[in-house]
């Protein structure tokens, strides 16, 4: 296995992964495949640019996709000093096997290495007790717990919000 920052060269295998990660578990996410299966390449491919302060991680097994992670950092100057993790997902068959680890260890050491950001933030499903454990692991601590944060097929799923400290300030 192999993680490494993904760029537009990669949008077309990006976009088929996310697509198949919103099909297999679209609790897991804000956005639904209806509202991302038309999403243009060049967009995709503006999303996987990379820039020094935020980025996506792809885990590969020879050359296949079988893992993302990204860094986003807000842009207002007010809340610039805080990161997010987004879009965290490893195919089924790859889990359990370190992945989710390696690629949030990649996203918060290019926060780290960035020393305007103080912290980073997150959301995820409060039934996902696998995810919750790893976030926890990194010292990620909960904050806020959202009662019926996503609406999927009419089923409402509560979601937590986290953060770790990266400084004091």
């Given at each position: 296995m192999h993680i490494r920052r993904l760029t537009p060269a990669d949008a077309s295998a990006f976009q088929d992964f996310r697509l198949a990660a919103l099909q297999d578990a679209p609790t897991a996410f804000g956005s639904s495949y209806?509202?991302?299966?038309?999403?243009?390449?060049?967009?995709?491919?503006?999303?996987?640019?990379?820039?020094?302060?935020?980025?996506?991680?792809?885990?590969?097994?020879?050359?296949?996709?079988?893992?993302?992670?990204?860094l986003g950092r807000e842009n207002l100057k007010n809340l610039s000093h805080k990161a997010l993790i987004w879009g965290m997902y490893v195919k089924p068959e790859y889990r359990a096997k370190g992945i989710a680890k390696a690629l949030l260890q990649e996203a918060i050491s290019l926060a780290r290495s960035v020393p305007?950001?103080?912290?980073?933030?997150?959301?995820?499903?409060?039934?996902?007790?696998?995810a919750i454990g790893l976030y926890e692991s990194f010292g990620f601590k909960m904050f806020g717990h959202e009662q019926g944060a996503l609406r999927i097929d009419g089923e409402f799923h509560d979601e937590l919000f986290m953060s770790l400290r990266l400084t004091d300030a």
């Amino acid at each position: 296995m192999h993680i490494r920052r993904l760029t537009p060269a990669d949008a077309s295998a990006f976009q088929d992964f996310r697509l198949a990660a919103l099909q297999d578990a679209p609790t897991a996410f804000g956005s639904s495949y209806e509202e991302e299966r038309d999403i243009p390449a060049s967009v995709v491919e503006g999303r996987l640019a990379i820039k020094s302060d935020r980025g996506p991680f792809g885990a590969f097994e020879d050359s296949q996709l079988v893992g993302f992670v990204a860094l986003g950092r807000e842009n207002l100057k007010n809340l610039s000093h805080k990161a997010l993790i987004w879009g965290m997902y490893v195919k089924p068959e790859y889990r359990a096997k370190g992945i989710a680890k390696a690629l949030l260890q990649e996203a918060i050491s290019l926060a780290r290495s960035v020393p305007d950001i103080h912290q980073v933030n997150l959301s995820v499903n409060a039934s996902n007790a696998a995810a919750i454990g790893l976030y926890e692991s990194f010292g990620f601590k909960m904050f806020g717990h959202e009662q019926g944060a996503l609406r999927i097929d009419g089923e409402f799923h509560d979601e937590l919000f986290m953060s770790l400290r990266l400084t004091d300030a």
